[in-house]
């Protein structure tokens, strides 16, 4: 399904080939995307991912593409992207509820300029690959909380890409600071692995569940940043839960919290720094 929309969008952007594209923009990102994710169902890793040069990084391992998730097809359920064409990068989340092999994964894909051109190329890969083990994991319910929430594109006026980055910071920074000033909305609904704080309430509130004190600092930040749809994600290294590989996702409206997404590895971590 993702190949047909790969095709369209090489077309729309003059039939350039998939590993050498024009510098950010959203047709361009698109079709990074949907090649990734053509990848991920069919295990027919494309061209632009077997480059030579680009790194590929999952779970904060850089491992070979051939040996990670892509290397075997899973049967998407649901996606939403961020797009992000002031750094040329974007995030996926992706849920796959196939009960033998469940995941609910995040992938960050960015982009090298070529000197003395407008062409980018394909330089990361870095995935948080979560599935039974894992902080919470359940996709089957992390797909029906999500599906009932609205992402939608934002009016301009509300659209603030230094809010989006100060929010999700404050927030990561809540361990080991809890005066930090976070955004905080009413109603906020976090998707903590698969729990939810939410019950529909207009009081729900995701200023629940953080723990208090001196936390280890939630450490190698990584950000892609959509202000059309006010949203930011964050892959981070989780310093409470024993540096663990971990994906944060936000969405403001009207500059408070809306909703958090949360993905923790936890499986075999046994690693201290």
């Not at 083990?133 to 890409?161: C, P, V």
């Not at 809306?258 to 590895?265: D, I, L, S």
């Amino acid at each position: 399904m993702f190949r047909s929309t790969l095709l369209a969008c090489a077309a729309l952007i003059g039939g350039l080939s998939p590993a050498v594209v024009a510098r950010c923009q959203w047709t361009v990102l698109r079709n990074a995307v949907d090649d990734y994710l053509y990848s991920l169902e069919s295990s027919e890793i494309q061209d632009p991912y077997l480059a030579s040069g680009v790194k590929y990084i999952e779970n904060d391992r850089v491992i070979s593409i051939k040996t990670g998730i892509l290397s075997h097809p899973l049967k998407v359920d649901f996606t939403r992207t961020l797009f992000d064409q002031e750094t040329c990068s974007t995030f996926s989340e992706i849920i796959v509820t196939d009960p033998n092999n469940p995941y609910v994964i995040g992938t960050r894909l960015s982009f090298n300029e070529i000197p003395d051109s407008a062409l980018v190329t394909v330089a990361v890969v870095d995935s948080v690959v979560t599935t039974t083990g894992d902080w919470l994991f359940n996709a089957t319910k992390t797909l029906q909380y999500t599906e009932a929430e609205s992402w939608i594109t934002l009016d301009e006026s509300e659209r603030d890409r230094a809010l989006l980055r100060s929010a999700a910071d404050a927030y990561l920074d809540l361990w080991g600071n809890p005066n930090a000033p976070v955004p905080w909305g009413y109603p906020c609904r976090r998707l903590e692995g698969s729990a939810y704080t939410g019950n529909g309430s207009a009081t729900d509130t995701c200023a629940v569940g953080i723990p208090g004190g001196n936390q280890p600092p939630n450490t190698n930040r990584r950000y892609v940043i959509d202000e059309n749809i006010g949203s930011i994600n964050v892959l981070t290294t989780f310093g409470t839960m024993r540096n663990a590989p971990d994906s944060h996702t936000f969405r403001l409206e009207g500059g408070k919290l809306r909703y958090v997404h949360t993905m923790t590895v936890m499986r075999n971590l046994t690693r201290t720094a």
